[in-house]
């Protein structure tokens, strides 16, 4: 397994949540993102954060969700904040621009009351 999404779960709106994505790839070079896929719609790009550590959101996640790495750990992070049920999603994690052969199973995220 190249990329493994953890932290998914039920979370009240409002709430909070903190992903996880343990990569076994090469990975402090690379500039590594957070997607989502929401029922019924396509894969978006949602947070990136390069090698040293700029990072960028889409808008509707900006200001509510922040995205950090450790290169030691080969990990990247997502806390996501002031969750709403729009958010409701499979999180994946993935380099960018995105690579095919290393999609992980993803972990799902359900923003409900």
């Known amino acids: 397994v190249q990329l493994q999404a953890s932290g998914g779960g039920l979370v009240q709106p409002g709430g909070s949540l903190r992903l996880s994505c343990a990569a076994s790839?090469?990975?402090?070079?690379?500039?590594m993102g957070w997607y989502r896929q929401a029922p019924g719609k396509q894969r978006e790009l949602v947070a990136s954060i390069t090698g040293n550590g700029i990072t960028k959101y889409e808008d509707s996640v900006n200001g509510r969700f922040t995205i950090s790495r450790d290169n030691v750990k080969r990990t990247v992070y997502l806390q996501m904040n002031s969750l709403k049920p729009e958010d409701t999603a499979v999180y994946y994690c993935n380099t960018v621009p995105k690579a095919d052969n290393i999609w992980g199973q993803g972990t799902l995220v359900t923003v409900s009351s």
């Open positions: 790839i090469s990975f402090s070079i690379r500039i």
